[in-house]
């Protein structure tokens, strides 16, 4: 375990627990709503078994709702949740009854892994009662956990990246699966005052029912199943915790990693350039307060990140590679700003792209209506040159307040200074949800730099949706212009002005010839492009008919037909170049998948038509295979022929992937993936161990290798030879965590 020090501020300390069990009166029962935990002075065991008596003195929340299949119909299989707490934890068990117990799907012990392929659990805990943003903890039916922030009741993959430190054990027998959770009240950040109450949500997944049930209802109309988990505006209450024990908590992560690395600068010499790591840091999180948290990192080392997946790029605009690293995802989206994907005012990955990232801080929270949050990072080519002459500034502001109940408004402000240079940005926006799933949004940033004179450094979107569980409604504008580049954001296209239109209609229908279908879903997209000078770039128009099956099953047709102006060429590969001009294209496709949760699943697609005054073709396909608890396969090819009259416009693209998932326990997994484009010719291989050594704290071991394998004509250093190496490294790293 990590180790803990406490101060006793003596014998009134610990006679506190017995003072304040004698202050705090019987827990009234739950109700549809609301819930109150209950004190103890005599903390459960956290191994699934729930025969304390502490567990017996608790009455259960009861009755969850379905979201899915089934909306607003109580769940099928019966479950029961009890609330506890000390001075130090809140504690949950759960028992999670189910009357076919051998067919309870357990299998994944990767922690932050996929445990939506397993009946799991949820906790969503509103501390601020701000009805926007929350804390996630899942856990499936091994107990393996992951965990969550939900900012502005937006849930998406970046969301999970937060990793908090809390215990949970479990029982599965013939009844069904029992759980008990520990959550430290040090992993929470929450308002000032002896007698606090929470926003609460339990929900509950029945993995081969595809059934989720949910307290307090939350319905369809608030999103999917699963983004109803992030509608924090209709959590329920968790009333009684008084006296909570506070104090400024610090946390130390230091690390040492040692490694080699050795690399062929040019791949037409045998010569190779080999370097040797010895290093340490250290990251430091210090509880300033209970709202407040500061974040420090010193040599910071992200050797253990996982690899990018392979993208080809067949167009035009830049590729989008999502942020992985940890220290930047934790409460990143207090941090989101603008178009996602698209038009960020700013994206983490630009910090230490091509330096390391010498020493930084972030300071986030929440004071009252108000919440956000600063990132300081000093880049550079070596320690030796921290705040010198060659090193570079990365600092990011971010606030944002409730001005009425599920409306707020923020700005945000970026800086990167270097020694002869600068690129400052300052954007403010507005959001306001009304109705259920409806919201009005909207945004603006400008960019100054070493020429500020120039025009065209504004961005700004406005958007509306209007949205319930069958249909929908979407509006948007975007503008971008000419020179809009923020150094510390992501611009995939400028010089433009975007409309933008959906339309869609999702029936729950029940059809005697298809029984297995669910749900229909009929949806039309449409964008029109302009340059800032108001000519046309591109339009664009989508019609999809999609059917999603009683369990995770879904079939998906779509047609589509795009024009697009060229002003100046481009080159689709180095040795095809698409000349200047109109080009317009009518395509369509078909796409499956089967539900992930089996042991066997997969998804195929394919789509054909017009490209580039020629005809582009693609095929698609994955499979998993679940082998058991301990092994688990994946496998994808993306296959694209393309044929434009252009010279060397007939070719074909293609990537390949390959990753193996091996468990020996929650503690102790190790993944691989290996990949391949035609475009690189190179086969890259990622291979990386991780062992929970105490919780919170790791020891990596990380292999990479990369080979180049020849084309017909290419220069190689010997003939003889069909592949390359291109890079190799292997590094150790070990981290330990330091709770004070």
Not at 50 to 70: C, F, H, N, S
């Amino acid at each position: 375990m990590p180790l803990t020090l406490r101060a006793l501020a003596g014998t009134g300390l610990l006679a506190a627990p017995a003072v304040l069990a004698q202050a705090i009166p019987a827990a009234p029962p739950p109700t549809a709503r609301e819930a109150t935990a209950v004190y103890t002075d005599d903390a459960p065991r956290i191994d699934g078994h729930i025969d304390e008596e502490l567990w017996q003195r608790v009455a259960p929340v009861t009755g969850l709702i379905q979201v899915w299949p089934d909306d607003g119909a109580p769940e099928t299989e019966r479950t029961e949740v009890r609330i506890a707490y000390d001075r130090d934890h809140l504690y949950f068990a759960f028992s999670c009854y189910d009357r076919e117990a051998g067919l309870i799907r357990a299998q994944n012990l990767e922690r932050g892994g996929r445990n939506d392929r397993d009946d799991h659990v949820y906790i969503a805990l509103d501390t601020y009662r701000d009805g926007r943003n929350a804390y996630l903890f899942e856990m499936n039916a091994l107990g393996t956990q992951d965990d969550a922030t939900i900012t502005d009741e937006a849930l998406n993959t970046e969301s999970f990246s937060w990793d908090a430190v809390f215990r949970s054990e479990t029982v599965i027998d013939e009844r069904g699966w029992f759980m008990e959770v520990a959550i430290p009240f040090r992993q929470l950040r929450f308002p000032e005052g002896e007698d606090l109450a929470f926003g609460l949500m339990l929900s509950r997944m029945v993995n081969r029912k595809n059934e989720r049930g949910i307290w307090p209802r939350i319905g369809l109309e608030f999103g999917n199943s699963f983004t109803a988990l992030a509608a924090v505006s209709q959590y329920g209450v968790l009333r009684g915790l008084r006296g909570i024990r506070r104090g400024h908590n610090i946390e130390i992560k230091p690390y040492v990693i040692t490694g080699v690395q050795r690399t062929r600068p040019d791949l037409t010499l045998a010569d190779t350039d080999t370097d040797f790591t010895r290093d340490l840091g250290v990251d430091v999180k210090y509880g300033l307060s209970s709202t407040l948290t500061l974040d420090l990192t010193v040599n910071t080392d992200f050797a253990q990140v996982e690899a990018d997946n392979v993208q080809l790029d067949l167009s035009r605009f830049s590729l989008f590679f999502p942020e992985k690293r940890e220290f930047f995802l934790e409460r990143s989206g207090l941090f989101d700003h603008g178009n996602l994907r698209s038009t960020q005012t700013f994206f983490s990955r630009r910090i230490g792209l091509t330096e390391q990232i010498l020493a930084g801080l972030r300071l986030t929270g929440q004071l009252g209506r108000f919440s956000g949050g600063v990132l300081n990072i000093e880049t550079g080519p070596g320690m030796a040159e921290l705040f010198g002459s060659a090193s570079t500034n990365n600092t990011v502001a971010r606030i944002q307040t409730d001005v009425l109940p599920r409306v707020s408004v923020g700005l945000i402000g970026t800086n990167l200074e270097a020694d002869s240079t600068y690129n400052r940005a300052l954007g403010l926006d507005a959001e306001a949800r009304f109705w259920s799933n409806s919201m009005a949004t909207g945004w603006v940033t400008r960019v100054w730099d070493a020429d500020s004179l120039r025009d065209g450094q504004a961005a700004g979107h406005v958007g509306l949706r209007l949205q319930n569980d069958r249909a929908g409604a979407l509006a948007t504008f975007t503008s971008v212009g000419t020179d809009y580049a923020p150094a510390l954001g992501f611009v995939r296209r400028r010089d433009m002005r975007e409309f933008g239109g959906r339309l869609h209609f999702s029936p729950m229908v029940r059809i005697a010839a298809l029984p297995f279908v669910r749900r229909f879903i009929l949806q039309g997209d449409a964008n029109y492009i302009t340059g800032q000078d108001g000519e046309r770039q591109t339009t664009y128009g989508r019609a999809l008919l999609r059917a999603d099956f009683n369990q995770r099953d879904l079939l998906q047709l779509h047609v589509e037909r795009e024009s697009e102006r060229l002003e100046e060429p481009f080159a689709i590969r180095p040795d095809a170049i698409v000349p200047a001009g109109d080009y317009a294209s009518i395509r369509a496709g078909l796409q499956g998948a089967t539900d992930s949760s089996r042991p066997l699943s997969g998804s195929a697609g394919a789509s054909t038509g017009g490209f580039f005054g020629g005809r582009r073709s693609d095929l698609s396909a994955s499979m998993s295979w679940r082998q058991s608890r301990h092994l688990v396969l994946d496998a994808g090819v993306n296959h694209s022929i393309i044929d434009i009259p252009v010279d060397n416009g007939a070719f074909d693209a293609t990537a390949l992937s390959f990753s193996a998932l091996g468990a020996i326990s929650r503690d102790l997994f190790a993944r691989a993936l290996v990949q391949y484009d035609s475009f690189s010719r190179d086969v890259q291989a990622n291979v990386r161990v991780n062992w929970i050594h105490t919780p919170g704290s790791d020891l990596f071991v990380v292999f990479n290798t990369a080979h180049h394998f020849y084309g017909v004509g290419e220069d190689r250093f010997d003939p003889r030879l069909s592949s390359t190496l291109v890079s190799q490294l292997a590094v150790v790293k070990v981290t330990y965590l330091v709770m004070l």
